[in-house]
């Protein structure tokens, strides 16, 4: 007998599992079980993707739907994982509460490097892991070391064809595969998440402006964050559309539409803040977009790769500069959006949609950036980063890297060249102490 158990937190996710199965991705099981895991901050009070407006079209890929978050109660998913001498009791309380028995079982997993899938893939310590990724952030390096002993049981990276030719980095450093989920089958199962009878406003080809509250999770200020909002909107209406949707994240606080709506009204815009949570691709089907405009969604990557929809970005170079750490998971997402697609203010540009890189430059820059962001993780691109560093050195490029990173692994591109010798000479490094320690002492004097 042998089990797949399918962890998943959003219904996004759980449309790419669907699309996924629904190609052949997975071997046959005698079980097949959707272990959903609400990451919310308060799980309590928030409702899990098996309560979203859809869900149950995606239901019957799985014979069984289980709540992780009543499983650990009252621990929290994202922030629990259980000691290392617990492990073999927890995978015995598991496998009761799950009635695994003594079953094989397989884990397919989102974000192995932080739990909750962490977690499962070390309580359940022989089996085999298959990761899905349905975001940009596949094409970036894995955000922390994992434990070789589960590391080296992932076989593959299920990933959707966001950015065609482009190859994730997640997990390379185990020589972990990419496995392409079939777009037409991804695109398939979204149509079902679609009923005509949604209560969705009947709006065609209307300008769709996706929020994403980039200062919950403290990217941006709130301020920041509603004049992105606002620029959208005018660079939309400078284009000449007079039809906007505001499609704001579920979590963000209403002032950010009041804003919107006060200058819709100045701009002469009929706007329309979506306030049924759905999925942008809905929308996607539903509206037929004359243009998508965001920050650096995923929904700006699927709106273009899957539903050949125009697209444009908007202040991407300022979440290059504030950005914290360089490490930050969310810095592949940035540069692929900023570096691929264009500028909203640049109207010739977003007309005729001209990307900014081709497949094979963006490649170069995302390994360059991620050996940058995880030079412990992915040593063996060092050379590769060098190389291209060395070649490209113009503020197009370099504003996609820290002087300061540069420096600190003694990059092409940190300090002068005629300087370079400083960092690693021992004799200057000294005096340079003693000359701070003596302009302290001068200025308590």
């Known amino acids: 007998m042998t089990t797949q158990i399918f962890q998943a937190s959003t219904l996004y996710g759980t449309a790419t599992l669907a699309a996924a199965l629904d190609s052949g991705c997975f071997r046959p099981a005698d079980r097949r079980i959707l272990l959903v895991c609400n990451n919310s901050t308060t799980p309590e009070t928030t409702p899990g993707l098996d309560q979203a407006p859809g869900f149950e079209q995606l239901r019957d890929r799985f014979d069984e739907v289980i709540s992780y978050n009543e499983t650990i109660h009252p621990f929290h998913p994202g922030g629990w994982a259980p000691r290392v001498d617990d492990m073999p009791l927890w995978e015995r309380f598991l496998r009761h509460e799950w009635q695994l028995g003594d079953e094989d079982v397989e884990l397919i997993v989102e974000s192995i490097q932080v739990n909750p899938a962490l977690a499962l893939g070390q309580i359940f310590n022989g089996a085999p892991v298959t990761v899905y990724a349905d975001g940009l952030m596949s094409y970036g390096p894995t955000r922390n070391k994992i434990d070789p002993l589960v590391g080296t049981r992932v076989d593959r990276v299920l990933h959707l064809d966001l950015v065609p030719g482009l190859t994730p980095l997640l997990l390379t450093e185990f020589g972990v595969p990419g496995e392409i989920v079939p777009t037409a089958a991804f695109t398939k199962v979204l149509a079902e998440l679609a009923p005509v009878d949604d209560g969705l406003p009947e709006i065609e080809e209307p300008a769709l402006l996706l929020g994403q509250y980039l200062s919950a999770l403290e990217i941006l200020t709130v ?223």
């Not at 049924?276 to 539903?286: F, G």
């Open 223 to 445: 301020e920041q964050e509603e004049n992105l909002h606002v620029r959208m909107l005018r660079g939309a209406a400078a284009l000449g559309h007079t039809t906007v949707v505001f499609k704001p994240h579920p979590s963000a606080p209403a002032s950010f539409t009041r804003s919107l709506e006060q200058e819709a009204e100045k701009l002469k815009v009929e706007l329309t803040v979506l306030d049924t949570p759905v999925l942008a691709e809905v929308l996607y089907q539903r509206t037929r977009p004359a243009l998508v405009v965001g920050c650096f969604s995923t929904a700006l990557l699927t709106a273009s790769a899957l539903y050949g929809l125009p697209v444009a970005r908007v202040g991407t170079e300022l979440l290059l500069e504030q950005l914290a750490p360089y490490e930050n998971s969310n810095r592949i997402p940035v540069t692929i959006v900023d570096a691929l697609l264009p500028e909203l203010s640049d109207q010739a540009a977003v007309r005729e949609q001209r990307r900014g890189m081709d497949v094979e430059a963006l490649g170069a820059l995302v390994r360059a950036v991620g050996f940058a962001m995880q030079p412990k993780v992915l040593p063996g691109l060092r050379p590769e980063a060098e190389s291209y560093l060395a070649r490209h050195q113009n503020p197009r490029t370099l504003r996609y890297f820290k002087r300061r990173r540069l420096t600190s692994l003694a990059l092409p591109g940190g300090v002068p060249a005629q300087l370079a010798f400083i960092p690693r000479n021992a004799t200057v490094r000294r005096v340079a102490r003693k000359a701070r320690s003596l302009r302290r002492g001068t200025a308590r004097g």
